[in-house]
């Protein structure tokens, strides 16, 4: 079992930066893949970016040269640094970790709001 809690969120102007954490109660060494995702009000849940134990990162079309997700495994946490924000990356923010056998596992999320 893992519980996860994201921290970072807040409010920043359009072109400015901010850096998500996500902080793992139980290893996240026992993860195949962990990844953020982004909710907007009224919309689907959507992958931003993930990291898969094989060492591949991945990144939403949308956030590509702008976002750089990272793992510090010492201190069971995740990270998101999110640059040049526009207000379409507005939105609860999750971090997700799924097993080897495929539990999914959720944090409460992190609003992140981009003024224009």
């Known amino acids: 079992q893992v519980r996860l809690r994201e921290t970072g969120g807040g409010f920043v102007q359009a072109g400015g930066s901010l850096r998500l954490s996500c902080e793992a109660i139980?290893?996240?060494?026992?993860?195949?893949?962990m990844a953020w995702y982004r909710q907007a009000p009224g919309q689907e849940r959507d992958l931003v970016a993930k990291?898969?134990?094989?060492?591949?990162?991945e990144y939403a079309d949308s956030v590509k040269g702008r976002f750089t997700m990272s793992e510090d495994t010492a201190r069971n946490s995740l990270y998101l640094q999110m640059n040049s924000l526009k207000p379409e990356d507005a939105g609860l923010y999750y971090c997700?970790?799924?097993?080897?056998?495929?539990?999914?596992?959720w944090g409460q999320g992190t609003q992140v709001t981009v003024s224009s």
């Open positions: 139980g290893s996240i060494l026992a993860a195949s893949v």
């Open positions: 997700n970790l799924q097993s080897p056998a495929g539990s999914m596992f």
């Open positions: 990291i898969t134990r094989g060492g591949r990162t």
